[in-house]
């Protein structure tokens, strides 16, 4: 009876190791999340009247304006009645760090020149509080419709 249990035991082993192999043989990664991969995790703290439909609908469009930037995996959502957490992995990273003669200059993912510094750990620190605070700018901005002047109005077919 021990020695089945222990075959059995070997075997579900093997298994595992095998499909383990196979899986990153098959070039298959597991996703990283923030702790491993770093990123961006931002918590927003809604008014305290805040009901939590409307909470809702601030995750939503969060999401949808993250979903707008491309983010793979991103998490967001509503802690309790008017807390909303936004974790997205892997994001926040600056887009090139160049070296020029003696200094590192860093490039936003643009294309733009954010500025040069000493040493390569400045540069890429540099590069990453902007992205990090242009990706801010976009989760926490809050929406305005504007009203403005009709200018012109054109008929049809004029």
Do not use: H
């Amino acid at each position: 009876m021990k020695s089945g249990r222990q075959g059995l035991a070997i075997f579900l082993v093997v298994v595992l190791v095998l499909g383990a192999i196979g899986w990153f043989a098959a070039g298959l990664r597991p996703l990283l999340g923030l702790d491993l991969k770093g990123g961006l995790s931002v918590t927003l703290q809604g008014p305290s009247n805040a009901t939590k439909d409307v909470m809702q609908e601030t995750v939503d469009r969060i999401q949808q304006r993250v979903d707008a930037l491309g983010v793979a995996e991103p998490d967001i959502s509503l802690l309790g009645s008017n807390v909303v957490q936004v974790q997205l992995p892997g994001v926040g990273s600056p887009g090139t760090v160049k070296q020029q003669g003696n200094q590192w200059c860093a490039y936003s993912s643009e294309g733009k020149k954010i500025g040069c510094y000493a040493t390569q750990q400045e540069a890429q620190a540099k590069a990453q509080a902007q992205s990090q605070s242009n990706l801010l700018k976009v989760i926490g901005t809050t929406a305005r419709l504007e009203e403005g002047p009709v200018l012109e109005i054109v008929a049809p077919g004029d």
